[in-house]
């Protein structure tokens, strides 16, 4: 197959007398008697090739001919009709094909465009880059289904590139053929077994639930993610991730056994129970909680059991109940010497602060940063409990800064570290820290919230009104904040309700002093 001399425009011989100098015209002539315009015809192979050049000859004027058409204003036409002949002279060659389907495409006539490279396509069966270029332009033009047919006939002929089987798999996806994409994915698989052909279920679960809201797609996709994970922390996870879709799609009993599976897998999978627990209560109310109880009096050491009946209990939102079954929970792991979980601290502490039992979550959360030095979200937990008391400020900061540092883009922490700061009176700090936080969590409550108090407290009053009236329109149930809207002459109840906006994904270093 021959290829194009050179791309620059060169049109006929009497517009390039005109346009170009002599030097250049020669050049040409020298090109076209290398191509073979001037061949002496002898034999019959030669007649044919000098056919051949004669129409390279004339597929190469007619090219730069709708190329000069091109540069021209008001000469479309003329450009379409000059790369059309030169692809009916040059049938082989891809440039007249892509001049005239970028033509078509500028012109808004897309599936004119991809007609005329998917004729090129047939009659070229071994082209991997024309069947990529069609389903590329196909994909970007909402042409799903002709997509992921040419992904797959280049995957076919390039059956080591999963980049076009991934590209396949999103546009079957794309076109609503889902059972394809996962029977594509699970070939895949089998197929190709790696670290990435075993993630692509799982991303697409993802996309689904988190991105799409079609919790329904994502069941198929998490299903084959089970059979072909071969980890097991991720085989928990996906079946936990599982019962999460499933109730998400309104599929109760199928949540149910997906919690009870990711359990029978990790027993203290603190999440799981309480999710279970959740369905359990909203199924069966009090007599959940009732049956629970029964199962625990024959087995009063059985932490799961007691952990699930806990979780029941904060179900019906009964904490006090709920706190000393926690309790129990940990006395039994003590007893069978094995070291309950940063979710479980973190469960039984938080039930306690909850009921205003201060100190007796800090003795818990203390146990657990024994057992867990490293473990953020307990740091985070105990500073931030203990801002809001206004006790042991300086031990609040160090577990703040730490916090801080092991995961430095987290609004959360920075929140913390600001409203510790706000408490020990350096409010220039706090503010800092607390615009830096609601950088990432634009629209959270309690973050505008503290931005308006430390405002207040720098004197700037309508900057402070104006932060918790944003808080209040987000969460109206904020007496407190109602109150010093009041103070500041402010009446809440002038104040439209609005939707928050996304949490900011910035690639800020937020730890960067």
Not at 229 to 238: A, D, F, K, P, S
Not at 265 to 277: E, G, M, N, T, Y
Not at 281 to 288: F, H, I, K, S, V
Request: aromatic share 8%; net charge negative; proline share 5%.
């Amino acid at each position: 197959m021959r290829a194009f001399l050179h791309p620059a425009p060169l049109g006929l011989c009497d517009l390039l007398c005109r346009r170009f100098s002599p030097l250049w015209f020669s050049l040409l002539l020298f090109v076209a008697a290398g191509c073979g315009t001037f061949a002496e015809i002898g034999s019959s192979p030669a007649q044919r090739q000098a056919r051949d050049d004669a129409n390279y000859a004339k597929a190469l004027a007619h090219y730069a001919d709708g190329l000069l058409w091109e540069s021209e204003r008001g000469h479309a036409a003329d450009a379409q009709r000059a790369f059309e002949a030169a692809n009916r002279f040059d049938p082989d060659s891809r440039r007249p094909v892509d001049a005239l389907v970028m033509r078509l495409l500028q012109e808004g006539r897309a599936r004119e465009a991809l007609d005329r490279l998917e004729a090129y396509c047939r009659d070229h069966p071994g082209d991997v880059a024309a069947r990529c270029d069609l389903a590329r332009i196909a994909e970007a033009h909402d042409d799903a289904g002709r997509a992921a047919r040419y992904y797959g006939e280049a995957f076919r002929l390039q059956p080591d590139d999963l980049t076009l089987a991934f590209s396949r798999v999103r546009a079957l996806f794309a076109d609503k053929r889902d059972a394809d994409a996962v029977q594509a994915m699970r070939q895949l698989n089998r197929e190709h077994p790696c670290v990435d052909t075993r993630n692509l279920p799982t991303y697409w679960a993802i996309q689904f639930v988190r991105h799409e809201h079609a919790a329904e797609r994502a069941l198929p996709c998490l299903d084959l993610a089970c059979e072909v994970v071969t980890g097991v922390t991720q085989r928990v996870e996906l079946r936990f991730f599982s019962g999460e879709a499933a109730l998400a799609a309104g599929r109760t009993n199928e949540a149910v056994r997906a919690f009870q599976q990711t359990l029978a897998l990790q027993p203290l999978h603190i999440r799981a129970v309480i999710s279970l627990a959740g369905v359990l209560y909203r199924r069966d109310g009090a007599a959940a909680i009732a049956e629970q109880t029964r199962r625990i009096r024959n087995a009063p050491s059985d932490v799961p059991g007691l952990l699930t009946l806990a979780a029941l209990h904060l179900a019906a939102q009964d904490r006090t109940n709920a706190a000393p079954v926690l309790a129990r929970a940990l006395d039994a792991m003590r007893t069978q010497q094995t070291i309950p979980t940063v979710e479980v601290y973190l469960l039984h502490g938080s039930t306690l602060d909850e009921l205003g039992r201060t100190d007796d979550a800090a003795q818990v959360f203390q146990e657990a940063l024994r057992q867990h030095p490293h473990a953020d979200v307990i740091m985070n937990y105990l500073a931030y409990m203990w801002a809001v008391a206004n006790v042991r400020l300086d031990e609040a900061a160090k577990l703040a800064q730490q916090a801080v540092k092991q995961h430095p883009r987290s609004g959360a922490y920075i929140d913390t570290l600001g409203w510790v700061r706000y408490r020990q009176q350096r409010f220039e700090e706090s503010l800092d820290l607390l615009l830096r936080a609601r950088a990432r969590m634009p629209d959270d409550p309690t973050v505008l919230e503290h931005v308006g108090d430390v405002l207040a407290q720098l004197k700037r009053t309508p900057e402070a009104a104006a932060y918790w009236s944003r808080s209040y329109a987000i969460d109206p149930t904020q007496a407190a904040v109602g109150e010093k809207l009041r103070g500041v002459g402010v009446n809440p109840a002038s104040i439209p309700r609005i939707e928050p906006q996304a949490e900011q994904d910035s690639d800020e270093d937020l730890d960067a002093e």
